[in-house]
């Protein structure tokens, strides 16, 4: 266990499984107090049981980040639990992928929702404690898609994009409080979605990489923690890519 995060107290929104449990797992690695927070109860215990096997210390509580009451309650009861919170990472996301052309109102409204109204509704009461203690590092967790678009793509590319608007504003507006907000782009990154891709999808998107290999949930993991500890308090309104050379 490394020191880099000790005495933080941190909030991963989605990270029962896949790249959310790989950045909770990493905070945890460098001594931060993890609460995770997904949709699925079974999930949320298994990581947190896996974590408590690391010796973290940590704990879950449920949350819809598309609901206003419950994120509310998510930062209250984190606050409440561990006594206060440094460190707020927006990872929870979801995809409902078709065409402009068949795409309804329910599967724009639920994405833009999850992937960013949500984002807002975790960092508004988030930010009124930081600005108190004068402390904080916001990261959230983009796509790729919110630089060129996707075809199928149009509620998640569009809401990925106010990810970025809404992280670059926010960087400005916190500053002065030594709040600190970037935002992190993975490429094609191993977690059980990916893994039910077609391998012929596969074999292109891996084509697609310089690096000529799929990312992991840990390489995300990796650049939160860094944006997340003292190393980089003079870095805010970034937006970074951990994509393995993702040629889009």
């Not at 997904?38 to 819809?64: F, H, P």
Request: net charge neutral.
């Amino acid at each position: 266990m490394s020191e880099r995060l000790n005495g933080k107290v941190a909030i991963v929104t989605g990270s029962g499984r896949g790249i959310g449990f790989g950045i909770a797992k990493k905070l945890a690695e460098e001594g931060a107090t993890v609460m995770i927070s997904d949709v699925n109860e079974e999930t949320a215990k298994a990581a947190v049981q896996s974590l408590k096997e690391m010796g973290a210390t940590t704990d879950y509580i449920l949350c819809n980040v598309a609901d206003w009451d419950q994120t509310q309650k998510l930062i209250a009861g984190t606050i409440e639990r561990f006594g206060k919170l440094d460190i707020l990472v927006n990872n929870a996301g979801i995809n409902k992928d078709r065409t402009l052309k068949k795409m309804t109102k329910e599967e724009w409204d639920a994405v833009v929702a999850v992937n960013l109204t949500g984002m807002f509704y975790t960092m508004s009461p988030a930010i009124q404690h930081m600005i108190s203690r004068e402390y904080g590092r916001i990261i959230n967790i983009s796509s790729a898609s919110y630089l060129n678009g996707n075809i199928g793509q149009a509620n998640y590319a569009a809401a990925k994009a106010g990810v970025i608007a809404l992280t670059r504003t926010a960087g400005k507006e916190l500053g002065r409080y030594h709040i600190t907000c970037n935002a992190i782009v993975p490429g094609f990154i191993k977690t059980e979605m990916t893994a039910n891709v077609p391998d012929k999808v596969k074999e292109i998107m891996i084509g697609k990489l310089s690096l000529g290999e799929m990312g992991t949930p840990e390489d995300v993991g990796n650049m939160v923690a860094f944006l997340a500890s003292d190393d980089a308090a003079h870095m805010t309104q970034g937006i970074y890519n951990v994509d393995g050379g993702m040629v889009l």
